[in-house]
């Protein structure tokens, strides 16, 4: 079982950038595709972003491609999802999780969720 805890939410400006880490523990990690997602209250988690357990395929939410960008270090055990050009409709809890089941996006398609961290982008 994996388990990952989510670092580097915060406030910022509409415009700015955030950097989000997800630290995962267990020697599995690099075997696994790794997915973002956010949610707001009352509605219900959304995709953000994922990639393959080798980094070399990504996926884009249309809502964030060409505006963040997830990487990930198997050597630190750690998933990235670099922010910029900040909307005020970015504002959610942003969450990691393992891929569970190939080529959905659903949460359902992803598991051993983190806590998450808060993001705020006031305009």
């Known amino acids: 079982q994996v388990q990952l805890v989510e670092s580097g939410g915060g406030l910022v400006q509409a415009g700015g950038s955030l950097r989000l880490s997800c630290a995962a523990s267990?020697?599995?990690?690099?075997?696994?595709?790794m997915g973002w997602f956010r949610q707001v209250p009352g509605k219900e988690r959304e995709f953000v972003s994922t990639?393959?357990?080798?980094?070399?395929?990504?996926d884009y939410a249309d809502s964030v491609k060409g505006r963040f960008t997830i990487s990930r270090d198997n050597a630190k055990n750690t998933v990235y999802l670099q922010m910029n050009s900040l909307k005020p409709e970015d504002t959610a809890v942003y969450y990691c999780?393992?891929?569970?089941?190939?080529?959905?996006?659903?949460?359902?398609?992803?598991?051993?969720w983190g806590q998450g961290t808060q993001v705020t982008v006031s305009s």
């Open positions: 990639i393959s357990w080798s980094g070399g395929n990504t």
């Open positions: 267990g020697r599995t990690f690099s075997s696994y595709a």
């Open positions: 999780a393992v891929r569970t089941r190939r080529g959905g996006y659903d949460p359902g398609d992803f598991g051993s």
